[in-house]
């Protein structure tokens, strides 16, 4: 399951734009889900629509997929996540807390 992914950093922007891509992932915070499951959770998407939401987050190495007989199990990839994070917010985060420490 574990593999390197390079990726551009605005396929994954672009990738997490969209609530419902946002939400799938929320739901494989506690561990992996198969599709099924996931598509559960999203009522107001049919399975084909899930699917490709999923193949758009695969795409962008923000999940992972393990196959299991006709199971498909999708896991996120936190170490991209936080890669993203160290990259652009935290910094923007510091800079801003910092700046507004010395607005009196």
């Given at each position: 399951?574990?593999?390197?992914?390079?990726?551009?950093?605005?396929?994954?922007?672009?990738?997490?734009?969209s609530?419902?891509?946002?939400?799938?992932?929320?739901?494989?915070?506690?561990?992996?889900?198969?599709?099924?499951?996931?598509?559960?959770?999203?009522?107001?998407?049919?399975?084909?629509?899930?699917?490709?939401?999923?193949?758009?987050?695969?795409?962008?190495g923000?999940?992972?997929?393990?196959?299991?007989?006709?199971?498909?199990?999708?896991?996120?990839?936190?170490?991209?996540?936080?890669?993203?994070?160290?990259?652009?917010?935290?910094p923007?985060?510091?800079?801003?807390?910092?700046?507004?420490?010395?607005?009196?």
């Amino acid at each position: 399951l574990s593999r390197i992914v390079i990726v551009d950093s605005e396929t994954v922007w672009r990738a997490l734009s969209s609530q419902h891509r946002r939400r799938l992932l929320d739901l494989m915070r506690d561990g992996p889900r198969t599709t099924g499951q996931l598509a559960k959770e999203m009522p107001g998407l049919t399975r084909f629509a899930v699917m490709q939401h999923l193949g758009v987050l695969e795409q962008a190495g923000l999940v992972l997929v393990r196959r299991e007989g006709r199971n498909r199990f999708n896991y996120s990839n936190p170490s991209l996540l936080r890669q993203l994070y160290e990259q652009w917010v935290s910094p923007i985060a510091s800079t801003a807390a910092e700046a507004a420490q010395h607005i009196r």
